[in-house]
């Protein structure tokens, strides 16, 4: 499971999303982002599916084999480097119930 960057509230109950749109960002330092992309390196490298956790969320994802990796640079007035990771929901391989 890899823990998102944390904020400093009491323990919440966590809420479980499975379905519909989450959206969250955060702004660390660079060895917290470095920590939770090893970790969820590791994840994507030991088994097919990742779990990600907020201070009350977590996400669990069953991936496909498949990840796409986009490297994005920006060098105008103020440079930017952006590197997107982009996961598919792994293919139901159960057939249809044709009986």
């Known amino acids: 499971m890899v823990d998102a960057p944390e904020t400093e509230t009491e323990e919440p109950e966590r809420r479980t999303i499975t379905d519909g749109y989450f959206e969250e960002g955060f702004y660390v330092d660079a060895e917290t982002a470095g920590e939770f992309l090893v970790e969820?390196?590791?994840?994507?490298?030991?088994?097919?599916a990742v779990t990600i956790t907020g201070d009350d969320w977590e996400l669990p994802f069953e991936a496909s084999d498949e990840v796409e990796l986009e490297?994005?640079?920006?060098?105008?007035?103020?440079?930017?480097?952006e590197i997107e990771v982009e996961l598919h929901g792994a293919p139901d391989?159960?057939?249809?119930?044709?009986?």
Do not use: C, I, K, Y
């Open 71 to 81: 490297v994005e640079f920006e060098g105008d007035h103020e440079p930017e480097l």
């Open 40 to 48: 969820l390196g590791e994840q994507l490298r030991d088994e097919s």
């Open 93 to 99: 391989d159960s057939g249809p119930d044709v009986a």
